[in-house]
């Protein structure tokens, strides 16, 4: 039977066997069952991190110190409101930084970012992911929107369903119109800064 450890695009956790290409943790939030509490975070610091760390391995939601949570990709970790880890994916993390500092006009700090995106992420009061209208024109290539009701990661002039195994084949991308983004305001800014953002094989962008 699945962990209920597998993050959506939409920000939900569900319990699925695809596993994805980032792992990552927003504090401990199951119990001594393994299983999910109420609680879909327990700090502010929402990481991804990458699968193989110095050949270490684990048992996962055992102990205390972390729930081990799954992404497809670095599109869907966005997307659900997490950046890159500073300590495993060092090099991510530099770069993602030095965009945020493009864009803003300051060098953040890793507290910095984290509370701007969850200000940008979670709907005040609740559990539940804060998406925003935007025009298409205005959206660079790895933001995640939703779409007759599903969620598609953008291209530069394409774009492509999300599935959780991969992305579906590519459609056209419309040219302009308003649609609903997942991906929280920072990180569009990012990526508009020319981060290099990390796709599941299936993904052009």
């Known amino acids: 039977m699945p962990l209920q450890n597998r993050v959506l695009p939409t920000g939900e956790i569900v319990a699925i066997a695809a596993r994805g290409q980032l792992t990552g943790n927003r504090g401990i939030i199951h119990g001594p069952d393994r299983v999910l509490g109420p609680r879909r975070w327990s700090h502010h610091a929402w990481i991804c ?24 990709d670095e599109a869907v970790a966005f997307a659900a409101g997490h950046r890159p880890c500073g ?12 965009a945020w500092e493009r864009q803003a006009g300051a060098r953040p700090s890793a507290k910095q970012m984290d509370k701007n995106l969850h200000a ?16 298409l024109s205005d959206l660079p290539a790895g933001a995640m929107i939703m ?7 953008l ?4 774009m492509q ?10 459609i056209d991308r419309p040219r302009a119109g308003t649609t ?13 800064a020319g981060y290099d ?8 962008l």
Not at 123 to 134: K, L
């Open 155 to 158: 291209g530069t002039d394409h």
């Open 120 to 135: 940008a992420r979670i709907i005040p009061r609740q559990r539940t992911q804060q998406t925003y209208q935007a025009d």
């Open 49 to 72: 991190c990458t699968l193989d760390w110095q050949g270490r391995t684990r048992e996962l939601m055992t102990g205390r110190n972390w729930t081990e949570l799954f992404f497809l």
């Open 180 to 192: 609903e983004v997942l991906t929280p305001r920072p990180t569009v800014a990012v990526l508009q």
């Open 197 to 204: 953002l990390a796709v599941h094989p299936t993904a052009t």
């Open 87 to 98: 300590y495993c994916r060092r090099a991510a993390y530099q770069s993602f930084v030095a």
């Open 161 to 170: 369903a999300y599935r959780p195994t991969g992305y579906m084949p590519a």
């Open 147 to 153: 779409q007759d009701g599903h969620p598609h990661l």
